[in-house]
């Protein structure tokens, strides 16, 4: 499959568009400490770990209150279930032993605007609850990158254990 994507982007880039088109975001490792990308990382990895100590204060610090938390299907009827930043801040409480992590983020930056697209896989009290994929877009603003909204899918049947 990588070499597919790698072919197809390169495909994109022979035929005249500019490099920024390619067809698909390359998923990468995290990134070194100090570049660009681990900069939109930080504000994702705060709020992870404001989840983990249970500290909704701490993730809102992170986040755009009004911003959006969506996750398709997941509503009454298979609808989506979506809320600001602000009542999913609500049910975060101390003691809760929820984790968040991420793998093998693709992340895109232009200018002020970044999106990270990754699995995650979420544990409580140490056992894993759920998985799927995240996807945040951040905004840059007076040099600070926050979360603005959060999609994500939820594989509640196939999970890795």
């Known amino acids: 499959m990588a ?4 072919l ?6 022979l035929s005249g568009a500019p490099a920024h088109a390619q067809l698909f975001p390359a998923g990468t490792a995290i990134p070194p400490p100090g570049t660009e990308e681990a900069a939109v990382l930080a504000p994702i990895n705060a709020v ?3 989840f983990a100590a249970g500290d ?21 009827g298979g609808t989506v279930r979506e809320q600001s ?6 049910r975060i409480k101390p003691g809760g032993e ?16 970044a999106m990270v697209w990754a699995r995650f896989v979420v544990r409580k009290q140490g056992r894993v609850a759920n998985c ?6 951040l905004v840059r603003e007076n040099g600070r990158w926050r979360v ?8 509640l049947s196939s999970c890795a254990q």
């Open 148 to 155: 603005m909204n959060l999609t994500f899918s939820s594989n």
């Open 56 to 76: 909704a204060e701490a993730m809102l610090k992170h986040v755009y209150p009004d911003g959006r938390v969506s996750a398709p299907g997941l509503g009454d």
């Open 8 to 13: 197809l982007n390169a495909c994109a880039v």
């Open 48 to 50: 992870f770990a404001a």
């Open 3 to 6: 070499f597919i994507v790698a």
């Open 85 to 90: 930043w602000a009542q999913f801040a609500e």
């Open 98 to 113: 929820f984790q968040e992590s991420i793998t093998d983020p693709a992340i895109e930056i232009d200018g002020d605007v």
């Open 132 to 137: 799927g994929f995240d996807h945040f877009d």
